[in-house]
């Protein structure tokens, strides 16, 4: 993945204290990660690094929308999506970033790439299944909802009453003349 310069935080020459950084994502991001799972999105993340004297503190927020198609009709509708994450950054010998929730930069570092975890933070936050809103209210009418409800439980039933094999009928009264 390429380095995004407009997503490195340069800490070394902030002050002591809070600092926030807000961020419009849209599916460029997503493109230089080679993540094409939605139409279109868009996205406001905010970051807030309180620098301490030995470690930095980051909350990521994001909230938004995606443009996706319907897991059940495949109608496409605009998601929307929140999330946020929590990071604590410290200084180390070498870089490790083993633990989701904390990560090591060497000594000497100066900046801080967050393109990863705001990518990371965003897609965790798709759910896994995607449903339409208008199913729930019952007010979206496709041709695939129809041909659902055409399928409708009672209606199998019906259709298995009458392809029953007239030999199972005599095989049941064999039971009952006893």
């Not at 999330?83 to 970033?97: A, R, T």
């Not at 100066?110 to 705001?118: E, I, K």
Request: hydrophobic content about 35%; some cysteine; overall charge negative.
């Amino acid at each position: 993945m390429k380095q995004l310069n407009e997503f490195l935080i340069p800490f070394l020459g902030l002050k002591v204290g809070k600092h926030q950084f807000e961020y419009q994502i849209n599916n460029t991001f997503f493109d230089r990660f080679d993540y094409h799972e939605f139409e279109s999105s868009d996205i406001k993340a905010k970051i807030v690094l309180e620098k301490k004297p030995n470690f930095l503190e980051l909350s990521f927020k994001h909230n938004g929308t995606i443009h996706v198609p319907c897991d059940v009709t495949g109608e496409e509708f605009d998601l929307p999506i929140k999330g946020k994450i929590n990071l604590v950054v410290q200084f180390g010998e070498q870089f490790n970033n083993d633990n989701e929730e904390l990560l090591i930069l060497p000594h000497g570092e100066h900046q801080l790439d967050v393109a990863h975890y705001l990518y990371e933070m965003i897609v965790l936050s798709i759910p896994y299944r995607k449903e339409h809103p208008g199913i729930k209210a019952g007010t979206l009418q496709t041709p695939a909802l129809d041909a659902l409800k055409a399928l409708s439980v009672s209606d199998i039933g019906t259709q298995e009453q009458e392809t029953i094999d007239p030999r199972w009928d005599k095989l049941k009264q064999l039971l009952t003349d006893k």
